[in-house]
Nanobody
Framework: QVQLVESGGGLVQAGGSLRLSCAVS????????VAWFRQAPGKERRFVAA????????SYADSVKGRFSISRDNAENTVYLQMNRLKPEDTAKYYC????????????????WGQGTQVTVSS
């Protein structure tokens, strides 16, 4: 049974920072990619960032480039999303997802999902 558990969300003022964590447990066959998606109320779930198994390749949505940074610690089976210079439009529920395909921006390419963690940025 594969489980992904997100943590680190909360309420922060615009311009502040948060670091989200995604702890992966259970056995995923093969080298897996981990991505972060987010979903604001009434909107579709959107890609935020993804990282390859080795950590050598990353991908970011244009809206977060230069502000967010994804990293992973395979020894700890944890992936991080460092979010800096947060804006009110970053407010959403953030989900991590794992899959054995390549770095994909498409949510349907990921097989395993966490329950999400809420990030609220006040103006």
């Amino acid at each position: 049974q594969v489980q992904l558990v997100e943590s680190g969300g909360g309420l922060v003022q615009a311009g502040g920072s948060l670091r989200l964590s995604c702890a992966v447990s259970g056995r995923i066959f093969g080298y897996y990619v981990v991505a972060w998606f987010r979903q604001a109320p009434g909107k579709e779930r959107r890609f935020v960032a993804a990282i390859s198994w080795s950590g050598g390749s990353t991908s970011y949505a244009d809206s977060v480039k230069g502000r967010f940074s994804i990293s992973r610690d395979n020894a700890e089976n944890t992936v991080y999303l460092q979010m800096n210079r947060l804006k009110p439009e970053d407010t959403a529920k953030y989900y991590c997802a794992a899959g054995t395909g390549g770095l994909s921006l498409i949510q349907y390419d990921y097989n395993y999902w966490g329950q999400g963690t809420q990030v609220t940025v006040s103006s």
